[in-house]
């Protein structure tokens, strides 16, 4: 598959992207190496592998199906979403600055204010929809923007072609692609420097690990972030990343009906008299409903909806009965959950803060109309 994988269309990476069958057995799904260590036939004379914090053969292989999902040359899997966006701020040093989309994932906004902030580095905050606030926010420090398209809970859409062409020299474009995932959007192939996953969520799509990874081209950056790879030590576990390969296999028809389901969902939500504002850019009336046209293949399986108070809106998450009460997203299975008291805790009074009476699903791939009801007599 490796050479010419450039030319298969999605669905066919999705199925076989990076990975061949095991060379020794003929094994087709990639094995479960439960190693710590492997043996040498003398000092430092090895097959590749010596030590599985180093390298791993189940995480090379996700590795690399992760980077042909994203159409990328490099690959570099994590323990978790968080720990791999801390590998790529382990790049910059004290001194440095990040301009950073101002609606972005609760996690994320911690680690950079409550954690990577100590060490001297400064954030600023900025909408990303807003052009030139953007450009008036780099400064001679800059070295990275950060971004998420589109947000979480908020649904804005940041354009990656635009905003990668404004990025001045020696600033790396960073893009957390987890909501759309690959199968909707390529960031790389939109100017983008590196993408970042929380393979938790559409990769593994079910619900059953926790994992992160970014995707690159860069020769030299693949030699850093994979020394710091090691030398910080974040990694998953063999079990973890075969679970995320296993899920990468129907990620393609995961998405398509995450989409469809949600395009209805999102349709029935507007037509709804209890809800006051829908978030989905799947829907005519989303105000970038034409650049999510031009970016996305998928409309994706998230949507917010925004009823009058912070009450209704905790009924509704506590009334559902198919959707789940739970953070997380992405997984078959249909969740939801209000932001304001649960993933976006950690934003309260910043200048990140999500509305009280903002209500978020993950659209699962049930049957849509069992949904629908489901939604419907929540809503009440
Ligand atoms: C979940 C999530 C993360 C963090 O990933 P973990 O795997 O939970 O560490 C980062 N960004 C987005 C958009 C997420 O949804």
Redesign the pocket.
């Known amino acids: 598959m490796s050479d010419d994988q450039n030319n298969h269309h999605f669905d066919t990476i999705s199925v076989h992207g990076g990975v061949e069958p095991e060379p020794h057995t003929g094994a087709i799904m990639t094995p479960i190496y439960q190693t710590s260590t492997f043996v040498q036939s003398a000092p430092g004379q090895h097959s590749g592998y010596e030590y599985s914090r180093s390298d791993n053969p189940t995480r090379t292989a996700l590795q690399a199906s992760i980077a042909a999902l994203e159409g990328g040359k490099h690959g570099l899997v994590f323990a978790?979403?968080?720990a791999a966006i801390d590998t790529v701020l382990r790049l910059l040093k004290p001194g440095d600055h990040v301009v950073v989309g101002d609606d972005v994932?609760g996690?994320?906004y911690r680690l950079f204010e409550r954690v990577i902030a100590r060490y001297g580095i400064t954030f600023s905050w900025v909408n990303l929809t807003d052009i030139d606030a953007v450009k008036a926010a780099f400064r001679p420090e800059t070295r990275l923007l950060w971004l998420?398209t589109p947000t979480?809970p908020m649904m804005r859409l940041a354009d990656i072609r635009q905003l990668a062409a404004i990025a001045p020299e020696g600033v790396r474009v960073a893009v957390?692609n987890?909501?759309a995932s690959p199968a909707s959007q390529q960031p790389l192939k939109m100017g983008a420097d590196i993408v970042m996953h929380?393979s938790?969520?559409y990769l593994g799509g079910h619900s059953d690990v926790?994992?992160?990874a970014l995707v690159f081209n860069d020769d030299e950056l693949y030699t850093t972030l994979k020394f710091l790879q090691n030398a910080v030590g974040a990694v998953p576990g063999p079990m973890d990343c075969f679970l995320v390969l296993r899920g990468i296999k129907t990620l393609h028809l995961r998405m398509a009906r995450h989409s469809e389901n949600a395009g209805a969902i999102a349709e029935m939500l507007a037509a709804h008299p209890a809800v006051e504002r829908v978030l989905y850019p799947g829907l005519p009336d989303h105000p970038q409903y034409d650049l999510a046209r031009q970016q996305m293949r998928y409309a994706g399986g998230m949507i917010s909806f925004i009823v009058n108070d912070e009450q209704k809106a905790r009924e509704i998450c506590t009334r559902t009965r198919i959707f789940s009460l739970a953070e997380s997203?992405g997984g078959v299975e249909s969740l939801i959950e209000h932001p304001y008291s649960m993933t976006h805790a950690s934003t309260a009074d910043s200048e990140i803060a999500v509305p009280p009476g903002l209500v978020r699903l993950s659209v699962g791939i049930e049957y849509v109309d069992d949904l629908k009801a489901d939604l419907t007599s929540a809503l009440g």
């Open positions: 978790s979403g968080l994932y996690g994320t998420e979480n957390d987890t909501f929380s938790t969520k926790v994992g992160g997203l």
